[in-house]
């Protein structure tokens, strides 16, 4: 019996700016002159907030914490394309989009520090705390979408950021079907960094992009140059669109690099070259999207020296902030882990507790 052909597919990429400047005009978004100038502060920011957090965890005055310098692009040009209606629901490598929303920095120090009283944000208006648990939160942004849709919000869509190793869990492909099985109004965008902690890409999926995975669900994905802010704004900024339309759901696969290590735990030179490094360091997206503004005549020496000193001031307070509270009780922790106070855990309180004086004692003599 021969075989009839039913389907076929094709995934696109899609760069508007690339590594060299070079400016793609057919596809410019054409940002105004304020959300170009906002986009390339909020990546700067987004950069300073990394190296400072790094530079503490050295110090011993931050807990263990993860980089996200490399990732500006990915996550802050899809945050300006959203608006205070739509939601965010992220992971833990977007600390620049985060404040773009609306948190506070020394609010996000304190979660860094290991108080989970840190994901208490001021004003959390439709952004959701920062969540470790890899592709966990892809389940959630389905579940605000498909809440939306019931309600009938016309106005609003949900953004829901993973890296590529959460396209490993099963949550992540439950999380898809259900999307497009019900058309809600979510975003999906995958930030492929190419490396799951210390398993590159190549060995977590056989797939040539992350984006041709939506097409196995029925429902439009693309490949964007994760390094290009105005391509990522643009494809972000089409799939809200689309999405409070009722167009249904969109997978956006941010081709992008993890510049520095998994966390500060980690030691990447044991698993990748130096060269490799080096040329994801080339495509840059932050010196790329200031030489944008440059060449719109936006932005110059004395600019930027004002907003590394605007910086520096806003890390330093936020970090005095910080570590300013000395309120914190110990056993914290055991807090809040279920809804009702459980046996077994107020032992463990307990335990703790016994044992923390000589543990103290230990630590202050050096030994």
């Not at 692009?73 to 205070?84: D, K, R, S, W």
């Amino acid at each position: 019996m021969p075989l009839k052909e039913v389907a076929k597919f094709s995934v696109s990429q899609l760069q508007v700016l690339d590594e060299h400047g070079q400016l793609d005009e057919k596809l410019d978004p054409r940002l105004s002159a304020a959300d170009a100038v906002r986009l390339y502060e909020a990546m700067a920011l987004g950069r300073e907030v990394d190296q400072r957090l790094v530079r503490l965890q050295r110090q011993g005055r931050m807990g263990t914490c993860p980089t996200c310098t490399g990732h500006e692009a990915a996550v802050c040009a899809p945050a300006l394309a959203m608006t205070e209606r739509d939601w965010f629901v992220g992971y833990y490598r977007e600390i620049g989009a985060r404040l773009m929303r609306g948190d506070s920095l020394a609010q996000s120090l304190r979660y860094w520090h290991g108080y989970e009283e840190g994901n208490l944000q001021p004003q959390p208006g439709r952004t959701l705390p920062v969540t470790a648990i890899v592709g966990a939160q892809v389940l959630h942004a389905v579940g605000i979408a498909y809440a939306m849709k019931y309600r009938r919000e016309t106005d609003s869509a949900v953004v829901t950021f993973f890296g590529d190793g959460a396209t490993s869990q099963g949550d992540v492909h439950e999380a898809m079907n259900f999307a497009a099985v019900w058309q809600v109004p979510v975003v999906f965008i995958c930030v492929n960094n190419q490396w799951a902690i210390s398993q590159p890409r190549e060995q977590q999926t056989r797939s040539e992009t992350i984006a041709q995975k939506a097409i196995a669900y029925g429902f439009e994905g693309l490949q964007v140059d994760g390094n290009d802010p105005l391509g990522m704004y643009l494809a972000t900024d089409r799939a809200l669109r689309r999405a409070r339309e009722g167009g249904g759901p969109t997978l956006i696969e941010a081709l992008t690099y993890r510049l520095l290590m998994h966390t500060t735990a980690d030691d990447p030179r044991r698993y990748r070259s130096d060269a490799e490094v080096e040329r994801w360091w080339k495509r840059d997206p932050v010196p790329r999207m200031r030489r944008y503004l440059e060449g719109r005549a936006l932005w110059g020496e004395a600019q930027q020296q004002a907003l590394q000193e605007r910086m520096r001031q806003q890390l330093d307070a936020a970090v005095a902030e910080a570590e300013l509270r000395e309120d914190w009780r110990p056993d914290l922790l055991f807090d809040h882990v279920f809804g009702a106070p459980d046996p077994e855990l107020e032992a463990q309180r307990q335990t703790f507790l016994a044992a923390l004086p000589a543990a103290t004692a230990v630590d202050a003599h050096g030994a």
